[in-house]
């Protein structure tokens, strides 16, 4: 069986395949989803650490928002970003359901159907940012235009101030 440091989630697999230079950060034994304690563990700047938040529109749509680990998502300017009058977060409980991630493992990368993504416009600034590679303990750290080459994605002004 392979180590637990070896082993490759979905996400690693899309990269792999995409070609897609990543380092893995692995911390399985922190039970935390805290970000800002991640990013600690990791010994990463949280400014380059970002989650994964899906949202429901007015309309009905689903949208993406991938934040620093430190901020709060700005639902007035997500949902300016996204065209929508509104925009809230989902339940806990539909977010398996409807993306194939658990809360705390969630990454923009290999959800069961994609949804317009928006990534902060901080992460234009950074060579690199860590985001969830799909499983709790499971971090990847990419360029931003490398996540770019792997979804389609908008950079906007998503946090608070």
Not at 5 to 27: F, G, Q, S
Not at 34 to 45: C, S
Not at 105 to 115: E, L, V
Request: charged residues 25%; proline residues 6%.
């Amino acid at each position: 069986m392979a180590k637990k440091e070896e082993e490759k989630t979905n996400v690693m697999r899309v990269l792999d395949a995409k070609k897609v230079k990543y380092v893995p950060h692995i911390y399985a034994d922190t039970p935390t989803t805290v970000g800002t304690e991640i990013a600690a563990v990791l010994g990463e700047n949280p400014d380059s650490v970002y989650k994964t938040l899906v949202t429901v529109g007015k309309s009905g749509g689903h949208y993406v928002f991938v934040i620093p680990v430190a901020k709060e998502l700005d639902l007035k300017k997500a949902a300016r970003a996204s065209g929508e009058k509104s925009i809230e977060m989902i339940p806990q409980k539909e977010l398996l359901p409807l993306t194939g991630y658990i809360h705390g493992g969630c990454s923009p990368i290999g959800m069961k159907k994609f949804f317009p993504t928006f990534v902060d416009s901080s992460a234009e600034k950074f060579e690199t940012i860590c985001y969830s590679a799909g499983k709790v303990g499971y971090q990847v750290e990419t360029s931003p235009m490398d996540l770019a080459s792997v979804i389609r994605l908008s950079y906007a002004d998503l946090t608070k101030e």
